[in-house]
Nanobody
Framework: QVQLVESGGGLVQPGGSLRLSCAASRSIFSIAGMGWYRQAPGKQRELVSVFTFGGSTNYADSVKDRFTISSDNAKNTMYLQMNSLKPEDTAVYYC?????WGQGTQVTVSS
């Protein structure tokens, strides 16, 4: 089972940017299904963005045009570039691949 480790979270002002990273413990044969989720306090975990078959990507409506998912296969790492951050983006962000979840990284958007 692959191990996943997220990093890059932190405190940022509204309108700011952050880039999250998710490092996998081994090469990912197929990136389809690998993605980012988030869970805000008192809310259910929700999908943020995911790679689909053929290298396509899906985004939650709430983050479209602000967030970008990408990967670097040579580094076994997936990224989430988050721009124009809003207070409602505050959550713990998790990466997922298959049945493996990372430990999460906190993102707080506040002035």
């Amino acid at each position: 089972q692959v191990q996943l480790v997220e990093s890059g979270g932190g405190l940022v002002q509204p309108g700011g940017s952050l880039r999250l990273s998710c490092a996998a413990s081994r090469s990912i044969f197929s990136i389809a299904g690998m993605g980012w989720y988030r869970q805000a306090p008192g809310k259910q975990r929700e999908l943020v963005s995911v790679f689909t078959f053929g290298g396509s990507t899906n985004y939650a409506d709430s983050v479209k045009d602000r967030f970008t998912i990408s990967s670097d296969n040579a580094k076994n790492t997936m990224y989430l570039q988050m721009n124009s951050l809003k207070p409602e983006d505050t959550a713990v962000y998790y990466c997922k691949y298959g049945t493996s979840w990372g430990q999460g990284t906190q993102v707080t958007v506040s002035s």
